[in-house]
């Protein structure tokens, strides 16, 4: 499970989406969502926002099971790697899962209208991302 947790750790490093909250612990990793690049959240407003609302997304699913948190005054989202027969390929399809999640939330801050005023979509942004119907069995 630590070495499954390794890889997921290096997923989310290599997200321009979230980032680490903590360091990871055994098979435990903490989360949150960046701010989007070019805003100014110096309260992490924002970026609580964005975490809140992720971690609700992923709550709502099925197939996946998260928890949240709150890390001095940040907050943040719980993932376990803990079943004895989990794969990498169940953490790379948990990932892509995310980041559909992850893109959704972001769609949904750049169209709501209180957002338009200060927050410019990146060039390429598309609502349509990878969409993971489920993590394999």
Sequence with gaps: ???????????????KELRLAAKPSFALSVFCMKVPEGIADPFLGIQNELTLKLAQQLSARKDITVTKTVLNGVYCIRFAVGAERTQEKHIDAAF??????V????????????????????????RNCLHVESIPA
Aim: glycine share 4%.
């Design 1 to 15: 499970a630590i070495k499954l947790n390794q890889h997921f750790v290096s997923l989310i490093e290599s997200s």
């Design 103 to 126: 893109h959704q939330v972001l769609a949904d801050f750049y169209e709501s209208s209180a957002n338009k005023h200060y927050a410019k979509k990146p060039d390429g942004f598309t």
């Design 96 to 101: 892509q899962l995310i980041s559909g999640e």
